[in-house]
C-alpha cells in the first residue's frame, strides 16, 4: 500500500499552500475508496482532489502544481506538459496578432524555445534581457518543434541571475543550389520595431516608406536528400561574399539598378558545398557562421562501401 | 504532414551521366496537373530536380530564330546534354559567355524528348550553370558515388517502391552503375585534384541510346 502513501504525500504537497491537510488524512481518504467501494487508484486520487479544491475554493488550474518538473528548454519534448523553467527572454517578436500579449524566444543554458503569452492571461510584460523563474507553463507542439506556453497561472518571479544562454546551432551542408528573391541588396521598413523587406518601396504593414538598405541572402543548401532553406543576415552575406553593404549600395548606384548585387552573388556562390551553422527558426536555419567546404574530397570511404555492394 | 504546408522543394538528385541518360521513363505522383514530374532512377530513386558538376566540353547555338545553346558537361561515367534557351535567360547567357573546357555546376530538370527513331533521349533544363573549381567537382563525384552506391544497397528492400519501379520499367542490372561509380571514385583518386582532365572512356562522348 506504499503505492497510496505516495500518491496521498503528493496530494498533501499539491494543497500544502491553501489548506492544512496531512498526509495520513490523505491516506485515509484514498484507502476508503480504493479499498471499501473499489475505485480505481487513478480515479480516487481524482476525486479526493477535487474535494480538496471545494474546500479550498481552489480551481483547478489555479492548484499550485508543485510537483511541476523544473526543465531545461532542450529537453522539452513533449507536447502538453506542465513544467517549470528559469530563462531570460533572449528576443521578443512583434505579435501578428491581437490576441496574443508576448512573443519572443526564451533561453536557457541548454538551448532556446519558442513562448507566446495570450491577452486573455492577463501577465506582467516579460522585459527582454531579463531572467525570470516561470512557474507553470505549458508545452506546445508544432510539426516537430516545441514552445511553451504562458497561461493565466503561470507565476513569473524576475531572478536576478546572469543566464548564459546555449547555442542549440545545427550544423548543415550542402551545395548552394539556390539564391531566392528577396536577397541581395534590399530596401527594409525604417518603422520601429518593423524590420519587414520591402516589395517595390512598400512595407506590407507601413504601406509608401523610405527604406533603409541591407544586406541579406535567402539560399538553399541541398545534400541530395535534404533541403536546407537559409538565411544569411548582413555579417555574414558580406563574409561569404566580399561584398560589404556600402560597396553594394556602390555597384548598385554604378548600374542603377539593386539586381547587379544578387547576380554577382549568385555566379560567386551558387554550386558550391558549404556548411552552415545557426539556430533552426522554423523552416529556415539562420546562418551564425558559414565556412566553404574546400577539404579534399576522399573517396576511400566511399570506395570501400561501393567494393563491398 | 498537413495538406495545407507549402509545397516542399524538391530535392536536387545526385546522379551520374550513364545513369541519368537511362533513366527515361518518367511519372506523377498525383493527377493535380501542376504535380511535379519525375524521373525515375535505373537504380529505384525519383529526380525532379539534378545537381551535377562537370566539364563543359562544348557549347552550340542549336536555336533555329532564337538563340537556343546546347551545352555538353562531362563526368567520369559520361555525357550530361543541357538545352537553355529564352525560358533559362540566366543559364543560356553563362553557355553563350563560356569559353570549353571549363568546370560547371548545374542545378536543373531532368527533361525527356522522343527521337526520331522511337527512342527517349534525357536532357537537362537548367534553372543555374555557374563555373566552379577542380576541388568542387571532385567533391560532386565523391557525393554522387555514395548516393548512387547507398541507393544500390536499398534497392532489394522491402518496400523500396522506386527500386520496384525500375525493375518493372527497365532491364538494367544495377552492377553496371556500380562499376561506373567505383571508377569515378578511382579517377578522383588519381587525379592531383586540380588538374582540368575530362574523364570517362573513349565513347562516353556519344549520347547514349536509351
Known sequence: MSDLRTHAAEIAEQFSDHLEVTDDEVEDRLRNLVEEYRVPVEEARRSVINSYLDEAGLEREELGRGGNEEIRLADIDQDEQWVDATAKVVELWEPRSDSVAQVGLLGDESGRTKFIAFETSDLPELEEGAAYRLGNLVTDEYQGDFSVKLNRTTTIEKVDEEIEVGDDAVSVEGALVDIQSGSGLIKRCPEEGCTRVLQNGRCSEHGDVDGEFDLRIKGVLDDGETVYEVIFGRETTEELTGITLDEAQQMAKDALDTTVVVEEMRADLLGTYYRVSGPELGRYVLADAVERLTERADPEAVLIKARSI | ?210
Do not use: C, H
Open chain 2, 1 to 210: 504532414m498537413s495538406s495545407n504546408e507549402i509545397p516542399s522543394r524538391e530535392v536536387a538528385r545526385r546522379v551520374f551521366a550513364d545513369e541519368f541518360n537511362d533513366a527515361a521513363f518518367t511519372f506523377k505522383e498525383s493527377d493535380d496537373d501542376r504535380a511535379p514530374v519525375y524521373a525515375l532512377l535505373p537504380t529505384g530513386g525519383k529526380a525532379n530536380r539534378v545537381f551535377f558538376v562537370g566539364t563543359l566540353t562544348e557549347k552550340d547555338d542549336v536555336g533555329e530564330d532564337n538563340e537556343y545553346w546546347r551545352g555538353r558537361i562531362v563526368d567520369p561515367t559520361g555525357t550530361f546534354f543541357v538545352y537553355a534557351g529564352q525560358y533559362q535567360p540566366e543559364a543560356a547567357s553563362t553557355l553563350r559567355d563560356l569559353e570549353p573546357p571549363a568546370y560547371v555546376a548545374v542545378v536543373g530538370k531532368p527533361r525527356t524528348y522522343e527521337t526520331d527513331d522511337g527512342g527517349v533521349n534525357v536532357s537537362v533544363r537548367p534553372e543555374s550553370i555557374q563555373v566552379v573549381d577542380a576541388a568542387t567537382r571532385d567533391r560532386w563525384v565523391v557525393e554522387t558515388a555514395e548516393r548512387t552506391v547507398d541507393r544500390i544497397g536499398a534497392f532489394d528492400d522491402e518496400g523500396n517502391e522506386y527500386a520496384r519501379m525500375a525493375r518493372e520499367e527497365y532491364d538494367l542490372p544495377t552492377d553496371r552503375y556500380v562499376e561506373s561509380a567505383v571508377s569515378a571514385l578511382e579517377s578522383v583518386e588519381e587525379s592531383d585534384g586540380d588538374a582540368l582532365g575530362v574523364g570517362g572512356d573513349a565513347d562516353a562522348d556519344l549520347q547514349p541510346e536509351p
